[in-house]
């Protein structure tokens, strides 16, 4: 079943649940906000990306851009600070087995389903 790592405040994010459901896939949504991922989960994550974990960040997010941003961080300093601020972590995320996309473009995910 896919997955869907969702902010329902995020116009892109919502826009990527009703396209999953428009093409009448079933799909599980994750509020990553009210359940933030564990350390464990992230890396399970960022595997199945196969990004870094900076390139899952909101760069422009607030808390980004007042605490960390021009700090050089370790990977790991980098995924410590999503588990504990998750708004920083980049929306949609769409999860299909073993492999995940930042579903912000719905060409991307077409293609991914």
Request: aromatic share 6%; with cysteine.
């Given at each position: 079943m896919i997955q869907i790592y969702h902010n329902p405040r995020c116009g892109k994010s919502r826009n990527c649940v009703a396209f999953i459901e428009e093409a009448g896939k079933e799909y599980e949504i994750i509020e990553y906000l009210k359940n933030p991922p564990t350390k464990d989960e992230l890396l399970a994550l960022l595997k199945k990306?196969?990004?870094k974990p900076l390139e899952l960040i909101r760069q422009k997010e607030k808390i980004w851009a007042d605490n960390?941003?021009?700090l050089k961080m370790t990977d790991e300093e980098i995924i410590k600070a999503m588990v504990e601020n998750p708004i920083l972590i980049e929306r949609p995320i769409v999860i299909k087995r073993d492999?995940?996309?930042?579903?912000?473009?719905l060409d991307k995910i077409t293609d991914f389903l």
């Amino acid at each position: 079943m896919i997955q869907i790592y969702h902010n329902p405040r995020c116009g892109k994010s919502r826009n990527c649940v009703a396209f999953i459901e428009e093409a009448g896939k079933e799909y599980e949504i994750i509020e990553y906000l009210k359940n933030p991922p564990t350390k464990d989960e992230l890396l399970a994550l960022l595997k199945k990306l196969n990004i870094k974990p900076l390139e899952l960040i909101r760069q422009k997010e607030k808390i980004w851009a007042d605490n960390f941003k021009n700090l050089k961080m370790t990977d790991e300093e980098i995924i410590k600070a999503m588990v504990e601020n998750p708004i920083l972590i980049e929306r949609p995320i769409v999860i299909k087995r073993d492999k995940a996309i930042i579903g912000r473009e719905l060409d991307k995910i077409t293609d991914f389903l």
